[in-house]
């Protein structure tokens, strides 16, 4: 089973900073966590 | 089967067995088989690739494209992301492995970013999703581009018949970033036969 993606691991991928500010980082982690459960907040 | 087919398949039969027992030995064969190959439309090839939510997808050329766009605004009328905030779309399409084999699926880039050019401020980000709790995938590093930061994903070992689900997480901001910032860019999807499965 695996964790759902963040920010980090795309990042990690393209192994280059995003810049985000860390209150829109969290907010897309928390994102990428429900759309991976599938949820969608559109 | 009515008698009269029957007896006509009964002959048939006795003609073959009588041919092959005169001719005996051989020193060669040749077969010839048809080769055909073609083009499916996604839904339908061996590396399936169909919409989930037809909202936000255009699949009238028979290939998909994802479209959060004014040119395929929504029922409701949407027309593209919000500004200053993050949006998470599930279940925009998914990939079945139609062939006959286990196969690894790999799918890049899954991060778009693009930034105004003139003020540097405005920015967009699409993280296309995975949706596999079960998969254990893999993100992996693969080269630059000056615009995009892409990053790819494999999932080892898909079996006939099992489908990959994603979704979109994407970003925008200032609120200036309307109308501003877009991104028109493409994901390859390819799958190969898994090694340990088909040696």
Request: net charge negative; hydrophobic share 40%; aromatic share 6%.
């Amino acid at each position: 089973m695996s964790d759902a993606p963040t920010v980090n691991d795309y990042e990690e991928a393209a192994e280059k900073e995003l810049d985000i500010k860390q209150e829109d980082r969290d907010a897309i982690n928390t994102t990428l966590e429900q759309v991976f459960n599938g949820g969608s907040n559109e | 089967m009515d008698r009269r087919k029957f007896v006509a398949g009964l002959g048939a039969l006795a003609g073959g067995s009588a041919l092959a027992t005169g001719t005996g030995a051989f020193s060669s064969v040749e077969a010839g088989r048809n080769l055909s190959v073609s083009v499916a439309d996604d839904s339908n090839a061996y590396l399936g690739i169909e919409a989930l939510d037809d909202e936000y997808i255009d699949a009238t050329d028979g290939t998909l494209d994802i479209a959060l766009t004014e040119a395929n605004a929504t029922d409701e009328g949407g027309e593209g992301i919000n500004a200053n905030a993050v949006t998470g779309i599930s279940d925009l399409f998914k990939i079945t492995n139609q062939g006959s084999q286990n196969v690894d699926v790999f799918a890049q880039p899954l991060t778009f970013i693009q930034a105004d050019i003139d003020s540097g401020v405005e920015s967009i980000a699409v993280f296309l999703t995975p949706q596999d709790p079960d998969y254990n995938f893999l993100f992996d590093v693969i080269p630059i581009e000056p615009t995009t930061i892409p990053g790819s994903i494999a999932y080892k070992n898909v079996d006939p018949g099992n489908e990959l689900r994603f979704g979109l997480t994407a970003f925008a901001a200032p609120d200036t970033a309307t109308g501003t910032v877009e991104i028109n860019n493409s994901i390859s999807i390819t799958a190969e036969p898994n090694a340990e499965e088909n040696p």
